[in-house]
């Protein structure tokens, strides 16, 4: 395993240099930003791209928040933290006991606390301490199985999507629309006063994710039934520029069901079905539904759908360049959308660590239904 370590180094210099050693020890891989070597991409993408690539993510909480970086307004090990989190990474997470936090580290550790998914959290008071709980939690990461478990549904969910509705959010009417939705089950749902107190928070949850420009105005809407943030699509330089997809809404419905819509990969022939990029469009939803730390009920109901347009097509996506031809399949939104039926339950893992193996399942049944 390769298991990042994150933190101040300040204040916690011993720890981060023993748990060298430790991780080595123990016949795995441990990641470092002391021991990169001279690189020609700027410091925070080395180090991002190096949480990216870990399979286990450590943060250790001492008395210093660290230096706050001006491109980011916060502290490296703060980046790293979201980074992990939006990657679906496992992150361990030691707090330091007997010495005090500073303002900005006590506000980052409310952070951390707040988020329940998927987190260890531990303290210890001294070096040898921390190296023992360290030691056990590796053990436990080598032992562990697939964090994902399936279990046959004995009936089928009853799922709420966008697209049935007449509006369609802040994307133009020419682009295929992909929709995720997560479904708690054995959840009562919410009241209208916790659903309003969520209403007031989602807007800063989807800011926390960083999937979304900081200078992006963001439009909450609510109604009886649901609470909904939508996030304008970026305009293209010219008709023909190809465009990545893009988040254009997130929405909570009052019986617990999150879910999140976005606009597919198009060109100037028109929207792209790509396998590939599907899949991968899909596991990037899942892990941004899980930041925002909403659902957390131990199984849920994972489900997607894509309203096509007119001129979608199945084909791969090329970021650089328009395609010369494209075979359209031939029937606009109102008239038909693939959409998965689930007869499976999932563990939470869904919108983490297990995204990308549920991405995949869901792309190919899209995929097989778009090809019929």
Not at 2 to 27: H, M, Q, T
Not at 171 to 187: G, N
Not at 278 to 301: E, H, P, T, Y
Request: hydrophobic content about 40%; charged content about 25%; overall charge negative.
């Amino acid at each position: 395993m390769k298991i990042f370590i994150s933190s101040a180094r300040k204040g916690l210099e011993v720890e981060r240099d023993n748990l060298d050693g430790l991780i080595r020890a123990l016949g795995h891989t441990p990641v470092r930003f002391e021991d990169f070597s001279a690189q020609s991409t700027p410091s925070r993408e080395a180090c991002l791209r190096a949480v990216e690539s870990a399979d286990v993510c450590l943060f250790l909480l001492g008395p210093y928040y660290g230096h706050v970086f001006p491109e980011t307004a916060q502290s490296a090990t703060h980046d790293e933290w979201v980074a992990a989190q939006a990657a679906g990474k496992p992150r361990v997470v030691y707090r330091k006991q007997g010495v005090t936090f500073e303002d900005a580290q006590h506000a980052f550790t409310r952070i951390v606390e707040a988020y329940a998914t998927g987190v260890f959290r531990d303290s210890f008071h001294t070096t040898p301490e921390l190296m023992t709980k360290v030691a056990q939690k590796v053990r436990e990461l080598e032992s562990a199985g697939s964090p994902l478990a399936f279990a046959k549904l004995t009936e089928q969910p009853a799922l709420h999507w966008a697209s049935d509705d007449t509006a369609h959010g802040s994307a133009s009417s020419e682009d295929a629309m992909l929709e995720l939705s997560a479904l708690p089950l054995d959840f009562v749902g919410y009241s209208a006063r916790e659903l309003s107190q969520l209403a007031a928070s989602l807007v800063d949850r989807i800011r926390a994710t960083r999937m979304v420009r900081g200078d992006v105005a963001l439009s909450p809407t609510s109604s009886e039934d649901y609470v909904a943030v939508a996030i304008p699509a970026s305009r293209p330089r010219s008709w023909d520029t190809p465009q990545t997809g893009e988040l254009v809404e997130s929405r909570l419905y009052k019986t617990g069901q999150l879910s999140v819509r976005a606009t597919l990969p198009r060109d100037g022939l028109g929207s792209i079905l790509d396998p590939d990029a599907l899949s991968q469009q899909i596991a990037d939803l899942l892990r941004f539904s899980g930041a925002l730390n909403i659902v957390q009920v131990d199984r849920i109901v994972v489900a997607a759908s894509v309203s096509t347009t007119v001129t979608t097509s199945i084909d791969s996506f090329d970021p650089r360049q328009s395609r010369r031809s494209a075979q359209p399949m031939g029937f606009g939104r109102s008239d038909r959308a693939l959409r998965t039926e689930p007869d499976e339950s999932v563990t939470l893992a869904a919108l983490g660590a297990g995204a990308a193996e549920v991405a995949t399942h869901l792309a190919q049944a899209l995929i097989v239904q778009a090809s019929r």
